[in-house]
């Protein structure tokens, strides 16, 4: 996975959080954590379908509980959506 | 006229005086509603904001535009509105770029960017004459009761 989409997500993460880079370790739990809340996740969500142009399913949201979570289940929809 | 006053209070919990849609004038599936608040030159807050100078305030003019966006979601999620939940506006990025006085027709434009069944994105604008008055993007959560 490179490290370039690790840190892009992370900083994405962080803006929409307001918190620090530091604290999006790869495997803080965003819901226990990091303490977001709907509003946030769908925030969340908007942004990276925004970005990459992807769409992720309501039903996979609550399995992406981390930064971890996020770029495995993110990349290849990303590689997808440009090919 | 798609909504009559009838039709909009089944949908939501809102009541006089801070119901804010009269009407719901197109319907575009579930991506887009277009609806009207008529400023009536009685409504209270014109009294204070301002006297001699009535504009309506941008705070109510926001809670047109989620009140459109509430709608909006219910047309999208038919199963989690008939529940009748609650709105709550989380997080509002506006733009006011005119005033809206008594005796205006404001037509609001609501459009899905994003709908779950516990929080939804909308992107929102309201327009008197054909002119756009004020714009935003709203994120709200959808509670059950």
Not at chain 1, 5 to 15: A, F, G, H, L
Not at chain 2, 30 to 58: C, I, Q, W
Not at chain 2, 101 to 110: F, Q
């Amino acid at each position: 996975m490179s490290k370039n989409y690790e840190e892009e997500i992370r900083n994405m993460v962080s803006d929409i959080l307001e918190i620090p880079v530091e604290e999006i370790t790869p495997d803080a739990d965003f819901f226990r954590d990091l303490k977001i809340d709907s509003l946030k996740a769908i925030e969340i969500v908007a942004a990276f379908e925004k970005k990459y142009r992807i769409i992720i399913p309501e039903q996979d949201i609550p399995k992406i509980r981390n930064l971890r979570q996020v770029v495995e289940y993110t990349a290849p929809l990303k590689k997808e959506s440009h090919t | 006229m798609i909504w009559d006053k009838i039709k909009i209070k089944s949908v939501l919990p809102h009541r006089d005086p801070f119901l804010f849609i009269d009407e719901v004038i197109e319907i575009d599936g579930t991506d887009r509603v277009v609806a009207v608040t008529y400023l009536k030159e009685a409504e209270s807050y014109f009294k204070g904001h301002f006297p001699g100078n009535p504009v309506m305030p941008g705070v109510l003019i926001i809670e047109a535009m989620a009140q459109a966006s509430a709608i909006l979601f219910s047309l999208d999620r038919p199963e989690v509105a008939k529940e009748h939940p609650d709105y709550y506006l989380g997080k509002v990025k506006s733009e006011f770029l005119a005033p809206a006085y008594p005796g205006d027709k404001l037509i609001v434009e609501s459009k899905k960017v994003k709908f779950l069944d516990n929080a939804a994105i909308t992107d929102t604008l309201v327009k008197v004459d054909d002119r756009i008055i004020a714009k935003a993007n709203l994120i709200f959560s959808i509670k059950k009761r």
